[in-house]
């Protein structure tokens, strides 16, 4: 995946499917896809999803 999609539902998908299969943490996926993780958390707020550490995955 080189572009994460611009939907907001779209984006939860994608980022879920990610943070479960390949990076250990949001961090880690941010600075692999060159990602602004305040705007990526800003965006999924939007729709009620804040990043859990924890379970590593927006809920």
């Not at 539902?9 to 993780?37: G, H, I, K």
Request: charged share 30%.
């Amino acid at each position: 995946m080189t572009q994460l999609p611009q939907d907001a539902f779209l984006l939860l998908s994608a980022v879920n499917m990610l943070l479960r299969d390949r990076y250990p943490d949001l961090d880690a996926l941010c600075d692999d896809l060159d990602e602004d993780r305040e705007e990526l958390c800003r965006k999924l707020a939007q729709i009620g999803y804040f990043y859990d550490s924890e379970h590593n995955a927006f809920r």
